[in-house]
């Protein structure tokens, strides 16, 4: 029945913990504990301690350790229940069980194939020990490959009761594995291989084949020392009832409710199926691949780095999708935000106008209502920085007027940072500015170097353009921005103002001769690019005039403004001097 | 940097402007520019009429080696006119009236008025006083090749016609019809 179907004989006089897998470890014991197969008592495990460990109970008998002990795995309970007790009868614990038509033997084989056996990688040739559970044993402590070589264990074509009479020892050679299918069937002999290219029987202890070196199919002898105290032998009036389908543990002495947090713990961690596949099927496609499932097991290798790798990328989908709902919540909200601030600044304005009415009145009229005018006193301010979070959020409102007070900050702020863009520009007393030797600097030039200066909370260019209408009195000589035709910006002390340098060029060209740009860029120390947009603003304004040299008879040249000299303007204040 | 007249070889004084390289650039500044197109067309008035020119090309600013050179080239700063900005003044000229189109309906060559069609009027009419022709009726030709050099001699027909229409107006000519085109019949006039 259940109880022999799943559970396997140890020998109960070595310690639990000498029995366990490497990497399982005891949760809870309990002593005094009875176990029933199906409804009924088992009568041979009526006084014994029951211990849950990451991946297996195990009960200890008292009386017979060494006949009656046994341990199951937690991978069969699909449910477990739990009894209080109600007068003599004990609280219990129910395990109802599920397993597979083929799953006794599975394990079998693989307990003795893997279970307690070294093997070798075949990625990474790492000598994986013994002693780890089936699932840990399945993949390779070093490199994370699952095995490939497992032993899978052929399908029976006869139902598994059938099979397991007919071949009672333990059903050997089947379990064999069998990597290769050009393995004999026929390998009757135990102590021989045959060679699969040369069918040479070769020892068994040797990895090729004796006569063509051919790699020789492994063959892991089961080497029981002592045979199984219980043989396997599955009942033939089994009844697949669920009544008959489960375990109970009888807490004869109490101790029930710790126990089934813990075991419930365990079962919930499933640690069993954690390390690769999980031995039960129907319990492998319940479990869902989440990262805080897998999150206790210790990752190593490949498969560990790329099962990192997965979660956090999965982490971050999951990271996402949050942020994108949020998003969509704002969205939709994003109307009622709007008129929610639109309320409150009717209400705003509605208690500033009747508080600004009624002070005056409150302060003419009783001292006894001191609050409302400590109120009313308080409100403007209160009001102003509501207003000022609102705009500051974007949602000001279109019918909200800007209020003077409203921009009292921003307004100081701005006249500050005049303040400290005139001395970057001007430089201290002691240190030298951008313009302490130039009259005049382009605009990007000037942001770029302010920033430079300021190093950190860094000015945008919006704010840097509303900057420098305050500049001019904050400054001595006073710096005035110019735009030129082309858009150009530049800062400029009064040397450099559009009639100023208009004068000083003309007044130039007519004292050293016609110019070309090149030339007057070089005579006032400033780039060519500023100097022909001032030329150009210079002749816009009529004080100069230009010779372009396309109009020579001889030669003549120099495309665009490569050929163009600049001259005074001499059609002012002609005269006809010529042959009327 | 001072620029002076000049005196070419048929005795005419350019001004000192002409010197000046800017004098034949385009100036892209409106204001200076119509200054300059002001001078230019002074220029050409008082060349033409140094020189007795009725008629101004664009051409005269493209080929060289015509009665124009003088003006529109200055090979002693070596500068000259271009056709484009010549076009530009001559537009100036037609449009302030100082100057027509002829033939009508192109824009590439000038009839210049530097003395204007009234004034052509009254210089007929006194020659034709002074040289006792009045009530005689005169061709064309004789008027524009007469045999005794005058102020009209060499002045195109298109000019010519619109001296005698006004005269014809205030009734001081008339037209007639002869045999192997036109004549004009001139009076006394002032009735």
Redesign the interface.
Known sequence: MALRRCTKAVDGTIPVQALLYDDEEIYASQDNVGIYDGPQKSPNHQAGTIYVTTHRLFYIDVHNPFAHSFFMDLSYVSRTEHYAGLFKSSPKVTLHLTWGPTMQNQTASQDQTTGFESWECEVCAYRNPPGLSPAAAKVCGLCGVPRASIPTPIAPTVPPKQLSLSLPASSTSLAIPSPRSTTPASNTDPDTIACPACTFLNHRSLRSCEICSTELPRVRRTMKSAPSSRPVSPDLDDEDSPLTRMVKISFRKGGDKPFYTVLKRSLKSKIWEANGFGTNASINTRSVPTTSDRSGVSKSGISGILQTVEDSAQGRQMGMMDAFQDLEALMVKAKDMVRLAAELNEKLTAASTSSSTQSPLSLASTPTSSSTTLISHAEPEEATFIRSSLSQLGLQMSNAPVTLDMMKDERRWIEELARELAQVLQGSREGGGMMKNRGIIALDEAWGGWNRARGVALIPPSTFLSVLPHLPSCTEPTIQSRTFLSGLGVLHTPMYSAAAFAAKLSGMLALTGPKTTIEVALEEGITVGLSSEMIAAAEADGSICRDDSATAIVGGGGAGDAGLRWWPNLFVDYVWDGQD | ?S?T?HTTTSG???????S??????????P??QS??TD?WI??IQ?YAR?NRLFVLRVEDAEISGNDWDEVL?N?RI?????PM?LTQILAKMVFSNVATYDPPKQTRSVLLYWRLPDEWAEVLHSWAVSTAQLNTILTFYDITDPPVKSELSGIPVSLLRKAINILVKSGRAQLIGVADGEGVRLFSGGR
């Open positions: 940097m620029l007249t005419f004084i350019l001004p000192s402007i002409h000046a390289p800017p004098f034949f650039t385009q100036q892209p500044n204001t200076t200054i300059a001078q002074h220029l008082a140094h080239r090979e070596n500068r000259k006119l271009l900005h």
